[in-house]
């Protein structure tokens, strides 16, 4: 069952009605609370489809589910507007409502599954499988109690799920993709094309007077957008850095020969050994191989006996570390150079061993290692002292002490920006730097008011970062004057652009009522060209997407222009091609088993619409706010 289960998770609802089980259990994010996702309670529900409830806490769990997913993919924390403006609260509200109608549609036809069906879907998941490919029952329950669920909690969701995709499955099995819809789909995509083409450079627009002020004005009030300065902020940081706390040369030579003594190892490279190992299928055999090896064979001899080439017979540069069977390891690194071993009993049967190399082990010298261990150790200190600063920058925040003054007191850098935008840019369109953690410290910038109490950012570097916003010049249209070069440079390109196209429209007319491209390449003095085995959607030579896809719209025989960035393209097509349609050829099977899963999430789509259509949805957005802590 659970192989339906992984088939159906390949199209969109499979996923969405795997996703409460196995990727929030086996995950591990069942820390959000996913036992109060089966326990249900007394608490308003969210949301009803039918008589099916969506309690709070299940909605509480799907959302820091998600959240955490997101958080995980970004590599950095969102804060609850920025949830929001992803849209997960109505992503997860989605998800469970069509669950709880997948539920309320099985409940209503008396779909049952039965146990014997649920204990094969947990006995065949390999997440409770051991090495040999067993169901373990030890493994099973250490899995539900790391999650906080008992048996009895996941086997009634498991149920659940089972049942809900056998409902999917009724729906969109066996489903014909029409002969007509797969020779369409064969037509588009393996049509070729042919066309000659120019390409007129931005220099066949002849020469451009100077815009009118009246032509300026008109274009600056047709695109005032493009011109509009951003929000600045200007703001004071006050940073806590280790890095820069740390005090190398404060660590004596003592506690670096300590570190030293203790943590040697670290400092060199271990021994290597290129090791190459002929396995046999009893001790017999090894014996034997061995023995013919004292008497002259040479051991590639002996492997190539056992069948063994290049590849099989060399395990790699080594060192012991890297060899994860024991037994193999001692005896390889207690060989000479070129010597063989005794036949060694692995994990995966009895060996021999052949070393071809040695790389002795390194360590560098202390005098080779010394700044790099006080900074280590400095680094250390500094980090440990970093909590009990940031307590003590905290009591005198809460004195309404200004960042300067404490930053002054304490000898720690202060940063000042004149002006940033959300983008990290200056006024002149420079990236703002010495901001630390720029990622997550502009937000907040962002977030922040004039006199705002906020909290301190943590950096990855295990500091803090204090801000106060001092200054917002909020977004506003430039006048004319202040961008009046930048505008004149706009004007013209525009009307580059536009003589192109009116240029490009005349030839292209032109080369319909029959003149040649060659003539015409004469004339504007550009050099035809031949796009040969066109394809829709891809680039050929000078040809980009867009020209290409105009190509392809254009009629055989017929002339068109498209703009191609700077340049525009004047085209005529010359042929169009594609092999026939065989109906059961391969590319057919192909392009049937990629429509039948559309079809099937159109059908499925449409099915979930009419059952929350038929049952009713209801959405209580004040218990919806309150779940995702959106107000107390």
Known sequence: MLQNIRNASQHWLGK???????????????????EEFFRGGSSTAVATVGKTP?????????????????????????????????????????????????????????????????????????????????????????????????????????????????????????????????GA???????????????????????????SEDALKAYYEGNRAAYRAPEYRAATLLVLDPTAMAKPDAVTAEEVQKVYDQE??????????????????DDAAAEAARKAITEGKSFDAVAQERGADGKDLTLGTLTRAELFDPAVADAAFGLEKDGTSQPVKGRF???????????????????EVEPEIRKQIALARARDGVDKIHDAIEDQRAGAKPLADIAKERDLPIVTIPAVNAQGKDPAGQTVSGIPDSETTLPALYRAEIGGDNEPLRTKAGGYVWYDVTKIDPAHDKPLDEVRDAVAAGWREAEVSRLLQVKGKALAERLDKGETIEALGIEVGVNPQDGEDLARNQTKDALTVDVVNRIFATAVGKAGSAASGESRAVYKVEAATMPAFVAGSPADKTIEGNFRTALADDVLGEYIAEVQKNAGVSVNQAALRRAIGGES
Do not use: C, W
């Open 16 to 34: 969405i009605v795997l996703t409460v089980i196995f990727t929030f259990l086996i995950a591990g994010v069942a820390v959000f609370g996913v």
């Open 54 to 182: 969506i309690t709070a806490e299940a909605v509480r769990t799907a959302y820091q589910n998600q959240l955490q997913r997101y958080q995980t993919q970004m590599r950095r924390t969102l804060t609850p507007d920025q949830a929001r403006a992803l849209g997960v609260d109505r992503q997860v509200l989605s998800q469970l409502v069509t669950e709880a109608s997948l539920d309320q549609k099985t409940h209503d036809l008396g779909l049952a599954v039965p146990d014997t069906s649920v204990i094969r879907a947990i006995h065949d998941e390999k997440s409770f499988q051991n090495a040999q490919g067993q169901f373990e029952s030890a493994l099973f329950y250490q899995t539900l109690q790391r999650a906080g669920l008992n048996e009895a909690m996941f086997v009634r969701e498991q149920r659940a799920v089972i049942a809900r995709l056998q409902l999917a499955e009724a729906v969109s099995a066996d489903l014909h993709v029409p002969e007509a819809m797969r």
């Open 185 to 211: 789909v064969h037509r588009y995509a393996t049509e070729r094309r042919k066309a000659a083409y120019l390409m007129l450079p931005p220099s066949a627009a002849g020469d451009i007077a100077a815009p």
């Open 264 to 281: 040697k190892a670290r400092f060199g490279s271990p021994e290597k050994r290129t090791i190459q190992q002929v396995v046999f299928p």
């Open 349 to 367: 049967g009895t060996v021999l061993l052949h070393v071809t190399a040695i790389e002795p082990a390194t360590v560098k010298t202390l005098a």
